[in-house]
C-alpha cells in the first residue's frame, strides 16, 4: 500500500487532535481509503508542552520550514491559525508543490484568493473543510452533495462559543463574562475572543461559504457584523415571551444578482430547527433549488470535532496523491466574477424586535407607532412590560414588526429617538 507523508504546523487545541486522530485511526483509514497515512512531522514553537497525545519518536520539531521541505511529507496540516506566520507557511508550503490542509477561517476570509490562485499555480490541493463548522462537513456539502443546486440560502449558527454563552444565558440567566470563561476553558473561543462574541469569526465563516455558494467573496468590511457583547438578558427574555430564541446567524443569501451577507443576532421561532441548535453545536440550514432546505448539525468548535474535519480532509488528498491525481479546480470556490454583487445594506427586508425604553405617559406609544407607519413599517405584537426594568418614568416596550426595509426602519429609529419618548437607544434584532 502506498504510504503518504503528513506533516502538522501547530500543535495546539486542533492540531494535537489531528495528531492524535492519525495515529489512533491510522489502520481504520488505510484499510477505507487504500493509502497508508503516515504522521512525519509536527512543528511548534513550544514542543515541551504536554498535549495529551504521544507524538512518535524524532516526529516533533520547532523548525517548521524544515517540515515543509521534507520531500517525504507530500501534505503539510496547517493548524496555527491567524494570518501572519500561518499565512507564510500556507503559501511557502504550496509553493514548495505541497498539498495544504487548513481549519483557518481567518486566512482563508482575508487571503483566500492568493491561497486559492497559488494553489492552482503550482497543481496542489488546498483544502479547508474545518475552517466552518468545525466538526460537520459543510464544506464538503457545497462543494460536493449541492453541487448540482442553486443554493438559495444558507442560515448558519456557525460560532460554539457565542451559541454555548447565549444557551447558557437563557437556560441559567448566567453572566456574559462567566460564560465566556468556561468556553475559553473549553478550547472553543479564538486567542482572541472578540473574534467570536464581536461576531467576526461568524463573518469569516460567512465569507467562505458565500465564496463557495455563489463564487463571490465580500471582504470583511464589506459584511454586516453585529455580535452579542451588547446583548442585554432582558432582551433574551423578551424574546422567550413571544416564543423565540436569540441565536447568532450567519446569513448567505441570493436575490436575484445580489447577495446578502451577514451576521446578525436573532430571534429564531421556538418551533425552528435551527432553535434547537444549542451549547457549542453548530448549525447550518441551506436552501438549494433542487434540495430543498437541507440542515446539518454537529460540534462547532473543540480539539476532536474540528481534528475530524481535518482528517477527513488529509483523507481524501492522501487517496487523491496515491491514485496520482490532485483535484484544486473541484477543491476551492469557482469565481463568477461580476455575476453577483453584495445587496446594500438598507435594501435587506427582514422582521424586526424592537426594544424601547419608552416614557410611561399618555402618547408616547403613539408616537412610536405613528413614527413607525410613516416610514411604512408595521406592527405586527406589542407588548408594554409594566413595572419590570429601567428607570420608574420610562418602561421597557417591545415591538415585532412584519417584514419591513432595513432602510426605512433605520430612518423611523432615528426619528423616534429624536422625538424625546425614550430614555436610551433602541434595541433592534433582525427576525427569522
Ligand atoms: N472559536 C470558534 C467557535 C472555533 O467558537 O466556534 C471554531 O471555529
Redesign the pocket.
Known sequence: MKEIGVGILGFGTVGAGVAEGLLRNRKLMAERLGVDIALKGIADLDITTDRGVAAPDGVLTTDAPAVIADPDIRIVVETIGGTGVARKFVMDALNAGKCVVTAN?KLLAEHGREIFDTAAKNGVDIYFGASVG?GIPIIRVLREGLAGNQIESVHGIL???CNYILTRMENEGAGFDAVLKDAQRLG???ADPSL?IDGF?TAHKACILAALAYGFQPTLDQVQVEGIRNLDGMDVRYAADFGYRIKLLAVVARDGDEVEVGVHPTLVPFTHMLASVNGVFNAAMVKGDMSDYTMYYGR??GRAP?ASTVVGDIGDIARNLAHGETRYTRAVPSYAEGKVRLRAAGDIASAFYLRFMLADRPGAFGTVATILGRHDVSISAASQKAGAEGAAEHVPVVALTHKAKASNLDAALAEIKASGVLAADPTRLRML
Open positions: 477561517k468545525g460560532n460554539g462559543t472553543y473561543a479564538e467570536d469569526d462547532g468548535a474540528t
